[in-house]
C-alpha cells in the first residue's frame, strides 16, 4: 500500500529540512552546548552539526513527526520511509552503518563529489567546511553502528513495499 502525503505538505517538508542545512551558522549559535568548544575531536561540534542541518529529518525514523523526541540511542540509523519522483525511490541510509566502512578522507572526498538523489541537499553537504564534516564525520562514528540497513534504491517504475513521499515530475 503507498501512502502519499499532499504534494503542498511534501513541497513543504523538502523546502524546510533543505533549507536548515543552508543557513547553518559557521559558529557556535545561542543554545549550543556549552561543551561544544571543548572537543578537540570535533564530536560536540559534529553533534551540534547533526542536530541543527537536517540530518535526522531523514537518516532517524521518527525523528521530523516526533518533533525531535528519538533517544540519542537512535540517531542516524536510517529510514524505511521511500521518496519517490521521477528519479525513482530512494531512502535515507544507516549513517551508522555507512561510516564505520569509509575513513575520514574518504568521506570529505565522497561529501564534495557524489551526487545525492533527492530529497538529499546536496549543495548544502558540500556548502560545509572541510573541518564541520570531519566533525560530523568524527560524532558518527563515535555513536558507533546500529541498526539494520535501509530498503535499497528502487529504480523509476519498481513498486515498493512501504510508505513513501511522492514528488511530482518537475515542470516541462
Known amino acids: 500500500?503507498?501512502?502519499?502525503?499532499?504534494?503542498?505538505?511534501?513541497?513543504?517538508?523538502?523546502?524546510?529540512?533543505?533549507?536548515?542545512?543552508?543557513?547553518t551558522p559557521p559558529v557556535?549559535?545561542?543554545g549550543?552546548?556549552?561543551?561544544?568548544?571543548?572537543?578537540?575531536?570535533g564530536t560536540a561540534r559534529g553533534r551540534y552539526l547533526i542536530r541543527t542541518s537536517g540530518c535526522n529529518d531523514c537518516h532517524t525514523a521518527g525523528f521530523a513527526t516526533t518533533d525531535g523526541k528519538v533517544p540519542e540511542k537512535d540517531w542516524l540509523t536510517?529510514?524505511?520511509?521511500?521518496?519517490?519522483?521521477?528519479?525513482?525511490?530512494?531512502?535515507?541510509?544507516?549513517?551508522?552503518?555507512?561510516?564505520?566502512t569509509i575513513d575520514e578522507r574518504s568521506w570529505l572526498e565522497v561529501a564534495?563529489?557524489?551526487?545525492f538523489r533527492p530529497p538529499m541537499p546536496g549543495p548544502s553537504l558540500r556548502a560545509m567546511t572541510?573541518?564541520?564534516?570531519?566533525?560530523?564525520y568524527r560524532y558518527v562514528r563515535a555513536l558507533g553502528p546500529a541498526g539494520g540497513p535501509a530498503?535499497?534504491?528502487?529504480?523509476?517504475?519498481?513498486?515498493?513495499?512501504?510508505?513513501?513521499?511522492?514528488?511530482p515530475a518537475p515542470p516541462k
Do not use: C
Not at 572541510?130 to 560530523?136: E, Q
Open 1 to 23: 500500500m503507498v501512502h502519499r502525503i499532499p504534494l503542498v505538505a511534501a513541497a513543504l517538508a523538502a523546502a524546510v529540512f533543505g533549507a536548515v542545512a543552508v543557513v
Open 32 to 41: 549550543a552546548s556549552a561543551t561544544a568548544g571543548k572537543h578537540a575531536d
Open 78 to 100: 536510517g529510514d524505511a520511509l521511500g521518496w519517490q519522483g521521477p528519479w525513482g525511490t530512494t531512502y535515507a541510509p544507516n549513517l551508522r552503518m555507512y561510516f564505520q
Open 112 to 115: 564534495r563529489a557524489r551526487e
Open 151 to 167: 530498503p535499497a534504491y528502487a529504480p523509476p517504475g519498481h513498486q515498493v513495499a512501504g510508505p513513501v513521499v511522492v514528488f
Open 28 to 30: 557556535y549559535a545561542v
Open 130 to 136: 572541510d573541518d564541520d564534516l570531519r566533525a560530523v
